[in-house]
């Protein structure tokens, strides 16, 4: 069945550091993907998305790149921000799947001033 | 803009109680969903509903039933709460035409059985 894998976290940075969260996934077909994002107390919202491969989904200053060839979407910010502190889920849809989700298990990060 | 909007936000339980969660969404969509929240393990799909009258399973449907009242709203019920359903339980909504449509997820309610 699909997955979704996410680096295991929590990740903790200092302001203005490089982020990376690590995203590979298991799925037939070929799917979508998204990046999600849940502030404390809130529930989830829609970051970026890319829906083939090579797509490159941005917003906020993250980024993330589909790539099929290892099956990985990753996602980027160059300098993170105190308010950037939340917990993050990499999600797939798959194309038979209509507009179900898979999520990988999130992963925590703490941005310190 | 209300969005997604769930009552109760907290609720305590004791085993074999029972309850219902509440669903309204006002962006009209069709496609609605409930998700519950545990810690390392992401969210998981309990039940969804593709569109007005229908309901499915998905991964984690045992120990919960669901009914889709109308278009705007999905409730989620626990017949005899027991210990192992103590998460945070999400509801989502989204359009299904197109799988890329996003989801749109309500605040969440906080779940404590005793």
């Known amino acids: 069945g699909d997955s979704v894998t996410q680096m295991e976290g929590p990740v903790t940075l200092s302001e203005e550091a490089f982020l990376t969260i690590n995203c590979t996934y298991t799925a037939t077909g070929y799917p979508s993907l998204f990046w999600y994002v849940q502030y404390p107390g809130e529930g989830l919202q829609l970051l970026l998305k890319?829906?083939?491969?090579?797509d490159k989904g941005s917003n906020k200053g993250f980024e993330a790149t589909y790539r099929k060839e290892t099956t990985s979407f990753h996602l980027e910010k160059g300098s993170v921000q105190v308010s950037d502190s939340a917990v993050y889920f990499c999600?797939?849809?798959?194309?038979?799947?209509?507009?179900?989700?898979?999520f990988g298990e999130g992963t925590q990060l703490t941005v310190n001033p | 803009n209300a969005g997604v909007t769930q009552t109760p936000k907290f609720q305590v339980l004791k085993t074999g109680q029972s309850m219902t969660l509440q669903c309204a969404q006002d962006m009209n969509h069709n496609s609605m969903y409930w998700y519950r929240q545990d810690p390392g393990m992401g969210l998981r799909l309990i039940y969804y509903s593709a569109s007005e009258g229908t309901t499915d399973k998905g991964e984690v449907p045992n120990g919960y039933n669901v009914s889709r009242l109308n278009k705007r709203e999905f409730s989620l019920r626990l017949e005899s709460a027991a210990p192992s359903q103590t998460s945070v339980y999400f509801c989502?909504?989204?359009?299904?035409?197109?799988?890329?449509?996003?989801?749109?997820f309500g605040d969440g309610t906080r779940l404590s059985i005793l």
């Open positions: 890319a829906t083939k491969a090579d």
């Open positions: 989502a909504s989204s359009e299904p035409a197109g799988r890329n449509q996003p989801q749109h």
């Open positions: 999600a797939l849809n798959r194309e038979t799947s209509g507009s179900r989700l898979t």
